[in-house]
């Protein structure tokens, strides 16, 4: 039988990774945990615009902050914490609330000066139109014989 040395450096670096990050995200049966509110995107290029919607429900409009500065595109927004239900002494809470904010950083080719938004059903849609130059352009070329 032949033994072989167990490496333990990669499962310990591991474990510890997990340390650091498992206050940040606690577990849904901890009480009155908070968990962050990352609300799913998804972004689309086409040929004349890239767009992220963003799915906000329960957020009011009047709460929706989109900021556009430079190439870093910033969404903000705060969902309110609803009162709590209790059902034969127990509770359970597992939709996220509280402030977030997220950051994009937008490529050269987007135009910075005309973006839109509207917020519908509670989906946030950011459309910023690419710049003239970033579009595909067609000819016809005219072929003599």
Request: net charge neutral; charged share 30%; proline share 8%.
């Amino acid at each position: 039988m032949t033994l072989t040395r167990l490496n333990t450096r990669i499962p310990t670096f591991w474990r510890e990774f997990d340390e650091l990050f498992r206050d940040l995200a606690p577990t849904a049966t901890a009480p009155d945990a908070v968990r962050a509110l990352v609300p799913p995107t998804d972004i689309t290029e086409t040929e004349k615009a890239i767009e992220l919607k963003v799915d906000l429900p329960g957020v009011t409009p009047d709460g929706i902050e989109v900021k556009l500065d430079g190439k870093l595109l910033t969404l903000s927004a705060e969902r309110k914490q609803e009162a709590k239900e209790e059902h034969n002494g127990w509770v359970r809470q597992e939709r996220s609330w509280g402030r977030f904010f997220r950051s994009f950083t937008l490529p050269d080719s987007v135009e910075g000066t005309t973006p839109e938004a509207s917020y519908k059903h509670g989906v946030l849609t950011v459309t910023l139109p690419k710049k003239e130059a970033a579009q595909p352009r067609s000819f016809k070329v005219k072929v003599e014989a």
